[in-house]
């Protein structure tokens, strides 16, 4: 998959054609998954908890302001390696609460609102609060979401990535870097339209997917791709057909049921995370192409595999690497 920079020259100068964003001004008061965060200065010693947002706040320009980062599934993009070299990798899974405020951050985002939430796995905001920290969820998370429902949260809407851009958005502004944001979200926004019109001039009009992200155990069911989260989002955009409609984030579902609806394509996800054997990539495709019931269906036959970094799909800056990659193992379906 190829790796896109981010803010590149050509956006950069763009901006001088537009009116440039007026400056912070503090306090800035968010209104954040039903709770109200007051950022009182421009944040120094963030800690970012989650590879998405922390991916965020590089594209940004912020990694000076960063003291540290955590939960990653993926190597940083190349684009951000320098940064990332500089800024202390606390953990590569859930950091400890003491972890994360004995680096006295003036602002704390993370991409999952299991992580500071109700029974946040790092800590509840009112911890957070107590300490003065303005603690964050990405807006992804938690619109048209109940994360009180299932392991990862049920989603009550289909994933709607304005929400994305809301939250680039606002972590733009904690950091007093609007013009950086505005520059961000564009760019996106038009590689999405770019590869959406070249899926859709493909003309398939009953080509379907399922994406596999981990198992808990390769002799359990594995964790699929529900049928209104990001993947789910992103089938949809190339007009693939999820055979998952579980509402559930990543819900456990059977082989023998996909097998049965025996999707065109099959996406599976690669990650450094070795939480489940069924992290490794390479014990999927073995697994794939071994089990009497997986090795029948038409995707793994025809080797219609399309291997996508994790992190591509949740809702980050790398949806759209995922977007990409998806579209072009689209590729020969019709024939």
């Known amino acids: 998959m190829t790796t896109r920079i981010f803010l590149t020259t050509a956006v950069a100068l763009g901006l001088g054609q537009a009116a440039l964003a007026a400056p912070t001004d503090y306090p800035l008061v968010i209104d954040n998954c039903g709770h109200q965060v007051t950022i009182p200065a421009r944040p120094d010693n963030v800690v970012s908890i989650g590879q998405s947002t922390t991916e965020i706040l590089y594209a940004l320009g912020q990694a000076d302001r960063m003291a540290g980062t955590a939960l990653w599934f993926t190597p940083v993009l190349p684009a951000f390696a320098e940064d990332d070299a500089r800024v202390d990798r606390i953990s590569d899974d859930t950091p400890s609460f003491e972890s994360v405020v004995n680096r006295r951050p003036g602002f704390v985002p993370t991409m999952f609102a299991w992580m500071i939430g109700d029974q946040g796995a790092v800590g509840t905001r009112r911890q957070f609060a107590d300490l003065g920290i303005p603690a964050y969820v990405m807006p992804t998370d938690c619109q048209g979401k109940d994360n009180s429902v299932g392991a990862d949260g049920t989603r009550l809407a289909p994933f709607d990535i304005a929400t994305l851009w809301d939250g680039i958005d606002q972590i733009a502004r904690v950091m007093d870097a609007q013009d950086a944001g505005q520059a961000l979200i564009a760019d996106l926004q038009a590689r999405e339209v770019a590869v959406v019109e070249r899926a859709r001039a493909m003309d398939l009009p009953d080509a379907s997917a399922a994406v596999w992200f981990s198992s808990a155990d390769l002799a359990l069911d594995p964790y699929m791709a529900g049928g209104m989260g990001v993947p789910a989002w992103m089938m949809d955009r190339l007009g693939l057909r999820n055979v998952v409609t579980s509402d ?57 595999i399309v291997i996508l970094d994790a992190e591509a799909l949740h809702p980050g800056i790398r949806m759209i690497d995922g977007l990409e990659a998806l579209a072009a193992g689209m590729d020969g379906l019709s024939e």
């Open 248 to 304: 559930e984030e990543w819900p456990a579902v059977g082989w023998e049921t996909i097998a049965r609806a025996d999707p065109s394509v099959l996406v599976i996800a690669r990650m450094d995370r070795r939480r489940f054997p069924a992290d490794d990539v390479e014990a999927k495709l073995r697994f794939l192409k071994t089990d009497p019931v997986t090795r029948r269906m038409t995707a793994v036959r025809r080797d219609r």
